[in-house]
């Protein structure tokens, strides 16, 4: 890199840290005061608020990642052109495209960063925060949900009219193997109850039908020992499950959502999405950042930052928007969460084309 390249590159990188900083102490006071009547009420002290936030800093800090990098290069730019620096640099023959080269630079290194933090860093420390927020921010949490239907495994299917997730049991229990299209088990019990000392199901007055043909066994007990794949955390509380899975995990999640016949997949989809298009956002932006705040404007900087703000603050109702319309299954999740993306890499090629060169 040349010397103007070092200079713009840390310019961008040392105000996007700062940028972070102050938005995110922000947050942690508003947050603080809204939560500081939780913290009281349940006499926590001061380790286990400081350990609460320093979990919650990290998730914040990488969720502000696209809109600060974007403040960051308008803050930088405007202040160039402010003090006609990016004129110069264009009367000494270096074309605005080379110009572009540090800010595109810094954009992939925030960019790689954030993905690999969003995908495998973050969510590690959200498993502690969100755990956090369900003991002493949330209501005690009670499964509600009747007649629950999964599917156990390739040929296997189980049938639960209730589940009671304070002592563990599900009640009217029924699982029914079907081997190419018929029926050849069916095991039947009044409740089962999760043994958390041997990690396995008992089953408590159960009968067990077999099918042969036209011929039919029945087996009938009171206690019966059982392995299955679910477990009692298929039934706790789901509570932003989503943000405390890696990458791996929430394909895996999502695999096995998919294998049961599950109808919640959107929200782990969308997730999975959200982490892939989040770094691409952060190079858009850097590149609207740059084209609208180049221009040395009357009014001085001032109207170029509140200008990339209001442009931030557009970003971000699409990205709510987007989210909106892919949970509600309206298009398809892919394309809905990468709408913000496809509109404003449009705005930025249509604005490049009045940048003076």
């Not at 001061?46 to 990098?69: E, G």
């Not at 999640?253 to 956002?281: C, H, Q, T, V, W």
């Amino acid at each position: 890199m040349k010397l103007i390249d070092r200079y713009i590159f840390f310019k961008i990188i040392s105000t996007f840290v700062f940028v972070v900083a102050i938005l995110v102490s922000i947050i942690v006071v508003i947050d603080f005061t809204e939560k500081n009547d939780d913290f009281i009420q349940h006499n926590l002290g001061a380790a286990d608020i400081i350990s609460y936030y320093l979990a919650f800093i990290p998730f914040v800090a990488n969720l502000i990642t696209p809109i600060t990098t974007f403040i960051a290069v308008v803050f930088v730019t405007a202040k160039l052109a402010g003090k006609v620096e990016i004129i110069a640099i264009l009367s000494s023959g270096i074309s605005f495209t080379r110009m572009m080269f540090p800010y595109f630079l810094a954009a992939i290194i925030i960019a790689v960063a954030s993905f690999y933090l969003t995908g495998y860093i973050i969510p590690n420390s959200n498993k502690f925060r969100v755990a956090f927020e369900v003991e002493y921010f949330k209501k005690p949490f009670y499964f509600n949900e009747r007649n629950v239907h999964i599917k156990e495994g390739p040929e296997t299917y189980l049938y639960l009219e209730s589940y009671n997730n304070q002592s563990d049991i599900g009640y009217k229990f029924t699982l029914e193997t079907i081997a190419e299209g018929e029926l050849t088990d069916k095991l039947m019990a009044r409740r089962i109850k999760w043994d958390a000392d041997s990690s396995h199901w008992t089953i408590f007055d159960w009968q067990l039908r077999s099918f042969d043909g036209f011929n039919e066994k029945v087996t009938m007990g009171s206690v019966l020992d059982t392995v299955l794949s679910i477990t009692p955390s298929d039934f706790a509380n789901q509570y932003r499950m989503n943000e405390a899975l890696t990458i791996d995990e929430l394909n895996a999640y999502i695999s096995k959502l998919k294998n049961r016949g599950a109808d919640d997949i959107a929200e782990y989809e969308i997730e999975l999405y959200i982490r892939y298009m989040s770094p691409f956002a952060v190079i858009i932006l850097t590149f609207i950042g740059l084209i609208v705040s180049a221009r040395k404007v009357r009014g001085g900087s001032g109207v170029q930052i509140a200008a990339g703000f209001l442009i931030a603050f557009i970003f971000l109702i699409f990205f709510i928007l987007s989210r909106s319309i892919a949970q509600a299954g309206t298009i398809n999740p892919i394309l809905a969460v990468w709408i913000p993306n496809i509109v404003f890499s449009i705005v930025g090629f249509v604005l490049y084309k009045t940048v003076p060169r």
